[in-house]
């Protein structure tokens, strides 16, 4: 099943699964909001993590990010 099925599938203005966005911008969300969520994002950002991919909502979304992270980690592991 390929990207161009799932979004005939359920057509959105949201891509399933979208590019890469810093945590920044994750931060930026939650700056007025829960103190424990930036000390979380803070801690991501101090373990090497560099972003976040968001899912569209539409009930697979766990799947739709569980199955490409896989080649995302074995990718990095290629150093």
Do not use: T, W
């Amino acid at each position: 099943m390929g990207q161009s099925h799932l979004e005939d599938a359920v057509p959105s203005s949201k891509p399933a699964i979208a590019e890469l966005a810093p945590l920044s911008a994750l931060r930026a969300e939650y700056e007025s909001g829960s103190g424990s969520f930036i000390k979380q994002i803070d801690f991501l950002k101090a373990q090497g993590y560099e972003g976040i991919r968001r899912s569209r909502g539409d009930g697979d979304c766990f799947y739709r990010c569980l199955s490409p992270q896989n080649p995302f980690s074995l990718r990095g592991r290629e150093r």
